[in-house]
């Protein structure tokens, strides 16, 4: 089935500095890439829509000087957080999907952000 | 009122238990319906993928939709402790790659 990496896991960074999470599709491409926060016990909240060779789509309440979204090729998105805070700590997610399959959405495992 | 509801939970079961977890949601363009199992602190697995109508099994696990009263439902049988997770169902539109929309999420505990 499709698979998406997403690296680093883990991360812990000083407030003021920048973090970047990467987003692969690993066998497959994907013009499209989601990237969404989750808040501890809560669900998914979409932050932006990562489109291949074009601008990303913000979410209202998502700024897109903070949250610098990155779509080179189609099977690279990333997101980097800039001048962090210690309330951009959270878990981020990205997802994608092969549209050659008739599977649903496949999703990173996931980047727990800890700003200090 | 949100487009997709689901019960917080948490639901406790027995081992051995069936689990009904639910969804309702309002938008009737929906079509297809998924069902993510998330592990503390992972990202979502996918465990089901339905479209429209009608029931789908795998495994243990059955998958319901009714669109008339869109509602939908995951059944899983003879419940296990590996089973304790958090449920999301998700539900979109079209099939082109665009944007999911999430239920809460159900916290399901299962009990030796």
């Known amino acids: 089935g499709a698979v998406v990496s997403q690296h680093p896991s883990r991360v812990i960074c000083k407030s003021g500095t920048s973090v970047k999470i990467e987003c692969r599709s690993l066998?497959?491409?994907?013009?499209?890439m989601f990237w969404y926060r989750q808040f501890p016990k809560k669900s998914l909240m979409l932050m932006a829509t990562?489109?291949?060779?074009?601008?990303?789509?913000?979410e209202q309440g998502v700024e897109k000087d903070k949250f610098l979204i990155n779509h080179a090729s189609l099977t690279l998105s990333t997101l980097t957080v800039t001048s962090a805070h210690p309330e951009d700590s959270s878990f981020y997610i990205c997802?994608?999907?092969?549209?050659?399959?008739?599977?649903?959405?496949?999703f990173g495992s996931g980047t727990r952000l800890t700003v200090v | 009122q949100k487009e997709v509801e689901q019960d917080p939970g948490p639901l406790s079961v027995p081992e051995g238990a069936i689990v009904s977890l639910n969804c309702t949601y309002s938008n009737s363009a929906f079509q297809y319906f998924m069902w993510y199992r998330q592990y503390s602190r992972k990202g979502p697995e996918l465990l089901m993928y339905?479209?429209?109508?009608g029931n789908k099994e795998d495994g243990r696990f059955t998958a319901q939709v009714d669109k008339s009263s869109k509602y939908i439902s995951l059944f899983i049988r003879d419940s296990q402790p590996s089973d304790s997770a958090t449920y999301l169902c998700a539900m979109s539109a079209d099939n082109a790659g665009n944007m999911l929309t999430f239920g809460g999420g159900t916290r399901l505990m299962v009990k030796p």
């Open positions: 990562s489109n291949e060779g074009s601008k990303a789509t913000y």
């Open positions: 997802s994608a999907r092969d549209l050659r399959s008739n599977y649903g959405y496949t």
């Open positions: 066998d497959f491409q994907a013009t499209t």
């Open positions: 339905t479209y429209s109508s």
